[in-house]
């Protein structure tokens, strides 16, 4: 298995574009989470998907953060506008049930200038 | 509240030295535990989990975590560790009534040669 899979690895974007970061889970998965990695806030759960439903938006900072699960394996976090508050590295990870481990992507290192 | 601690956000190993890193939960029901190690520039990768049955779990990469539920502490060891170690670690704990991991802020291995 390729494991999680996101994309672009890097962006780096000017203040006010629209940011959209992309995800394939592990095949099989039926839970996936979008975090966020910083160094003052360390790792955040912005929201949790299970079987392709969002069960916790509860993370999402703010409305220009918008996250969509089309089907089982595809996942959007979308920034809109975006802030240079936004700069992170965002993180996505599938699980194959609730209460047992995540397995995580790359992550996608943003920059907004 | 639930919460995980980890009390060192830096250690400093010699190689060949071993090695333990703390952590600490308080969480109401039975607690499923993990922990985590990031490399720079990488996603987070699963070295261990706890769910239950024998409290020592031997993990990949040469670690072992013992779980103790008298003290709250799920610790990571390691015998004798290797310039490649150096990395950020984190301890996560959930449980079966709950869908998502709460992690500790992190600690960071500095190997001295």
């Known amino acids: 298995d390729a494991g999680v899979i996101q994309s672009p690895r890097h962006e780096v974007t000017e203040m006010g574009q629209e940011v959209t970061l992309r995800c394939k889970p592990i095949s099989g998965h039926n839970s996936l989470f979008w975090y966020r990695q910083t160094m003052m806030r360390g790792l955040e759960l912005l929201i949790y998907?299970?079987?392709?439903?969002?069960?916790?938006d509860s993370g999402m900072p703010e409305d220009r953060f918008s996250a969509k699960m089309p089907n089982a394996s595809f996942s959007t976090l979308k920034i809109q506008p975006s802030e240079p508050r936004d700069s992170a590295v965002y993180f996505c990870a599938s699980s194959p049930r609730m209460n047992t481990e995540a397995f995580f992507g790359q992550g996608t290192r943003l920059t907004v200038v | 509240a639930q919460s995980v601690t980890q009390p060192d956000i830096h250690i400093t190993v010699s190689e060949g030295a071993s090695l333990e890193l703390r952590c600490n939960y308080s969480y109401g029901a039975t607690p499923y535990l993990f922990w985590y190690v990031q490399s720079p520039g990488q996603g987070l990768q699963l070295l261990l989990k706890?769910?239950?049955?024998d409290t020592l779990v031997q993990g990949i990469k040469g670690f072992e975590a013992e779980f103790k539920r008298s003290q709250s502490s799920f610790n990571l060891r390691k015998p004798s560790v290797h310039w490649s170690d150096a990395a950020e670690y984190f301890c996560?704990?959930?449980?079966?009534?709950?869908?998502?991991?709460?992690w500790g802020a992190g600690t960071k291995l500095i190997i001295k040669p």
């Open positions: 996560a704990v959930t449980s079966d009534s709950n869908y998502q991991l709460i």
């Open positions: 998907f299970n079987n392709n439903v969002p069960i916790d």
């Open positions: 706890y769910f239950s049955g």
